[in-house]
């Protein structure tokens, strides 16, 4: 069961990626329960950011109903791999700076990475790395490894206390999706003794496109879909 403040926070994420649904190409959708496990994992690995890698879940293709209110460019060529699947179990690969992180240790390139497959190997479709306190914007070396993944990169910004060496960082440009809560500051608990004040989520394609990132439930429908098909 995900926690009621972060279902809250990707009801309001959910309908905002609705509203802006004709700025994407294209979308992914990701259980609530394994964007908690990342919050958990991105805070347990602090200071470092961490590297999460992921491959679709063959068994949850996407529910047309879903598709067909969230996607804006519909009978387009697909564009990445394991697009149309739900996001599958997160597989923690990788911790370090926002330059190493991307730079998988060797154990994981023994035998099966070839060389041209990038600094992070091919063995995974999706990609997921960290920015904590600091806004979920690419750097250049993001950038730069995203051109080797076949299905889509993600970063997930957290902002939280006590800071540690991290002072909240904001001065970048580019397109923001954060996690909003209207009502409280402070968003969630953590076991690390964090408190979490903000998220933010972003997905894109090496090619330069965003990405909309759709937030579901266990049973494949985006958190808040009561009200969405009643405003559609
Ligand atoms: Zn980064």
Do not use: C
């Not at 994407?24 to 590297?51: C, H, R, T, V």
């Not at 804006?72 to 190493?100: H, M, T």
């Not at 993944?149 to 006590?162: A, Y």
């Amino acid at each position: 069961m995900v926690s009621e403040w972060l279902q809250n926070l990707m009801i309001e994420y959910n309908s905002i990626s609705l509203e802006k649904k004709e700025s994407y190409s294209s979308l992914i959708q990701m259980p609530g329960i394994i964007f908690e496990k990342l919050i958990k994992w991105a805070l347990e690995n602090l200071p470092d950011e961490i590297l999460v890698g992921f491959d679709p879940n063959w068994d949850r293709p996407h529910l047309p109903e879903v598709d067909e209110i969230f996607l804006f460019q519909k009978n387009r060529k697909q564009l990445f791999a394991g697009e149309g699947y739900i996001i599958g179990e997160p597989n923690l690969v990788n911790r370090g700076d926002s330059f190493s992180v991307h730079h998988i240790p060797e154990e994981w390139t023994d035998d099966f990475f070839a060389v041209d497959r990038g600094p992070r190997g091919g063995r995974f479709t999706h990609w997921l790395h960290t920015h904590p306190n600091a806004v979920a914007i690419p750097s250049g070396a993001d950038a730069d490894a995203a051109q080797y993944t076949e299905g889509i990169d993600m970063i997930l910004g957290i902002q939280f206390s006590p800071e540690g060496m991290y002072p909240w960082f904001d001065e970048v440009e580019g397109e923001r999706r954060p996690l909003i809560d209207r009502n409280k500051e402070a968003v969630g608990n953590f076991s690390t003794g964090h408190l979490v004040h903000g998220l933010e989520v972003i997905a894109y394609h090496r090619s330069g496109v965003g990405i909309n990132v759709i937030f579901v439930d266990e049973n494949n429908y985006p958190y808040g879909w009561e009200n969405f098909i009643l405003e559609e």
